[in-house]
């Protein structure tokens, strides 16, 4: 593995999980963090798609299942980046969709209620 796959795997690393980050402190409901954390997995695969065979491989050895230690960041990861936005982007729709169909809260009664005390 030469020295520009890993620096170009820190940097791409470093800019994903401060994305991640800030959607993750900056967004207040949950299902609004599955769409932005999707949407920006989504960029990531994209980006990756983009930008060609710039991949890195390890190899550990000969196993039977096929070479180990492989790390993806080019095209290759593109597919596998894009399924798991997907699932976060349709997660977030399905949670908002299911939460607006919900039970409105009860509301908290100010005594509370034990055996001894029925309301």
Known sequence: MNAESV???FAVSVVFLSFV???LRLVRTLELKFLALGL???LLAVWCGQSGQV??????GPVPG???GRVFLGS????TLG????VLVLGGVAMSILRQGGFPAVAASKEETTHENPV
Do not use: C, F, N, P
Request: cysteine-free; glycine content about 16%.
């Open 83 to 86: 399924r798991i936005a997907l």
């Open 76 to 79: 290759e990861a593109a597919g």
């Open 55 to 60: 991949g890195a491989s390890v190899h550990v």
């Open 40 to 42: 920006v997995t989504a």
């Open 66 to 68: 096929g070479d180990a």
């Open 7 to 9: 620096v170009m795997l």
């Open 21 to 23: 980050g800030l959607s």
